[in-house]
T-cell receptor, first 113, second 113 residues
Framework: SQTIHQWPATLVQPVGSPLSLECTVE??????LYWYRQAAGRGLQLLFY??????ISSEVPQNLSASRPQDRQFILSSKKLLLSDSGFYLC????????????FGPGTRLTVT | KQEVTQIPAALSVPEGENLVLNCSFT??????LQWFRQDPGKGLTSLLL?????REQTSGRLNASLDKSSGRSTLYIAASQPGDSATYLC????????????FGTGTQLKVEL
């Protein structure tokens, strides 16, 4: 069976500090990978998605970046956090487009102070 | 640009009631529609996936329908239980590729004893 892991579960960081959130998937190969953000009182917003190693598509201009150094590893980063980066970050995977469900990780709660 | 709306935003029902959650979307060019459940502070759990060629899907006490031409989906929950209390989200995968989902803002359901 497939599982998706995210860490850390919670993070409190000062404004201007760097960020690195990690997501890994087990039990499948060549998954599509996604980063979403859920801000307080707002819906889920797709930030980045990747269909393969080194292939990253950005959905919205922002202070964040993503990388996929290995097939089942997806990393969300920032060089300098802003207050507006606070939120609940969710990683997801799917087998592809059209017929496949997306499966979500447990999320990381980020608070920028 | 795809927009997904869910009505009502919140719903409170007594245990045992059958209930319907609504989801509408503006662009009918979709691959599929997916219903999720989110418990407070947690990630999303996939409930049902309906392909664009399908009219409905069932899983246990849940039944989801899709009318692609009118841009509507409903999630029917039979014999509701307190454990069904959660936020329910619908999401559509557009035909633009990448298996990207556009989410609604959710319906917060409370089932009372």
């Amino acid at each position: 069976s497939q599982t998706i892991h995210q860490w850390p579960a919670t993070l409190v960081q000062p404004v201007g500090s760097p960020l690195s959130l990690e997501c890994t998937v087990e039990g499948t190969s060549n998954p599509n990978l996604y980063w979403y953000r859920q801000a307080a009182g707002r819906g889920l917003q797709l930030l980045f998605y990747s269909v393969g190693i080194g292939q990253i598509s950005s959905e919205v201009p922002q202070n964040l970046s993503a990388s996929r150094p290995q097939d089942r590893q997806f990393i969300l980063s920032s060089k300098k956090l802003l207050l507006s980066d606070s939120g609940f970050y969710l990683c997801a995977w799917s087998r592809g487009q059209g017929r496949y469900e997306q499966y979500f990780g447990p999320g990381t709660r980020l608070t920028v102070t | 640009k795809q927009e997904v709306t869910q009505i009502p935003a919140a719903l409170s029902v007594p245990e045992g009631e059958n209930l319907v959650l609504n989801c509408s979307f503006t662009d009918s060019a979709i691959y599929n529609l997916q219903w999720f459940r989110q418990d407070p502070g947690k990630g999303l759990t996939s409930l049902l996936l309906i392909q664009s060629s399908q009219r409905e899907q069932t899983s246990g006490r849940l039944n989801a329908s899709l009318d692609k031409s009118s841009g509507r989906s409903t999630l029917y929950i039979a014999a509701s239980q307190p454990g069904d209390s959660a936020t329910y989200l619908c999401a559509v995968e557009g035909a633009g590729g990448g298996n990207k989902l556009t989410f609604g803002t959710g319906t917060q359901l409370k089932v009372e004893l």
